[in-house]
């Protein structure tokens, strides 16, 4: 099991930025498949940016231009950069690690995102 922690969120301005990180407790940070999910109230959860384990990124239309996501192997830190944020981008991000031998996800518990109009 991969233990994750996100932090990063808070309340901003619209138009301002965040990044998000999330740090992994494995040794093994190059197989997994790395995504970023958000979760706004009374929706469902969402794939916001995802980065294969070969490291191909794939953004939601609505984040697309705006949302950066990377990875720091040393760290074992994954991070969402958030620029010119919209109130709808408001919710709580969590990141998923999808082991690509075993197919084992795991998640954090999530970090609040609060964008003000």
């Known amino acids: 099991q991969v233990r994750l922690v996100e932090s990063g969120g808070g309340l901003v301005q619209a138009g301002g930025s965040l990044t998000l990180s999330c740090a992994a407790s494995t040794l093994y940070f190059s197989i997994y498949t790395m995504t970023w999910y958000r979760q706004a109230p009374g929706k469902e959860r969402e794939l916001v940016a995802q980065?294969?384990?070969?490291?191909?990124?794939h953004y939601a239309d609505s984040v697309k231009g705006r949302f950066t996501i990377s990875r720091d192997n040393a760290k074992t830190t994954l991070y969402l950069r958030m620029n010119r944020l919209k109130p709808e981008d408001t919710a709580v991000y969590y990141c998923?690690?999808?082991?690509?031998?075993?197919?084992?996800?795991?998640w954090g518990r999530g970090t609040q995102v609060t964008v003000s109009s």
């Open positions: 998923n690690f999808r082991n690509t031998r075993s197919a084992r996800e795991d």
């Open positions: 980065m294969t384990a070969g490291d191909s990124t």
